[in-house]
């Protein structure tokens, strides 16, 4: 099992651009998540879906727009980049009724 | 409004010493408290993680000590190596109609040196 995995790893976009980030994940979980983790922040709960075809915002969702068309993926899409969104984006999953969470690898975003 | 407060932002001790983090919660509703540990350039992976209903857990060199009444609980490593150098994250979740969403603490960057 590959686990939870992101494409890109790294990517740099100009400020307006748009760009949709992918998150993979074969244990056949239903709940998704996009956190984002900036220096002295920790870990920031974008927006998170409890199963196919349904999404809700997190803490931080103003400038992205997710989908969840199968249950394997979580695309998270920025619109119109903005140099606040330079961050590194992390995708995780769990199970229902268990609480871990098994995160991706990550995903560093420059926006200039 | 931080939810779960973390301390200290950065630690470093000597091969074999005892890091102790510590976080501090608000929410009494929150009914798990795992803690994250994260090397460079990786996600975070669960470490060790702990009920309400008991005042301590250890698995290896890792201890979590909760206290329910002061609404705070703490990692302990024992005889740390310079391979626990890492991010540590303490977080919190209840289940029900949050949907077990985690809140985490700010993160503490520890380094032990050889």
Redesign the interface.
């Known amino acids: 099992n590959a686990g939870?995995t992101q494409t890109p790893k790294f990517r740099v976009l100009k400020t307006g651009q748009s760009m949709t980030l992918l998150c993979a994940q074969d244990m056949n979980h239903e709940?998704m998540?996009w956190y984002r983790q900036d220096p002295?922040?920790?870990?920031?709960?974008i927006h998170?879906s409890?199963g196919e075809g349904t999404t809700?915002k997190?803490e931080v969702p103003d400038g992205y727009n997710v989908s969840r068309l199968k249950k394997q993926n979580f695309l998270l899409g920025l619109e119109s980049a903005a140099p606040s969104q330079t961050s590194v984006y992390?995708c995780?999953s769990?199970m229902g009724q268990?609480?871990?969470?098994y995160?991706?690898?990550?995903t560093r975003l420059t926006v200039t | 409004q931080q939810q779960v407060k973390?301390s200290p932002?950065s630690l470093i001790v000597q091969k074999g010493g005892i890091p102790i983090i510590n976080c501090a919660y608000e929410n009494t509703a929150f009914d798990?408290f795992?803690w994250?540990q994260q090397f460079p350039?990786?996600?975070?992976?669960?470490l060790i993680?702990i009920r309400p209903d008991v005042s301590e857990k250890k698995e290896g060199r890792f201890t979590i000590s909760f206290n329910k009444s002061a609404k705070q609980f703490s990692l302990h490593i024992m005889d740390s190596q310079p391979g626990d150098s890492a991010t540590y994250?303490c977080a919190a979740?209840r289940?029900g109609g949050s949907?077990?969403?985690?809140t985490?603490?700010?993160?503490t960057l520890l380094t032990v040196n050889p």
Do not use: D, I, T, W
């Not at chain 1, 995160?103 to 990550?106: L, N, Q, S, V």
């Not at chain 2, 350039?41 to 669960?46: D, I, Y």
């Not at chain 2, 949907?99 to 985690?102: A, Q, S, V």
């Open positions: 939870v709940y998540y002295g922040m920790g870990l920031r709960l998170y409890v809700a997190g992390f995780a769990r268990v609480y871990e969470q995160f991706g690898p990550g | 973390q932002q798990y795992p994250y350039g990786k996600g975070p992976a669960l993680a994250f979740s289940s949907n077990y969403k985690l985490f603490g700010k993160g």
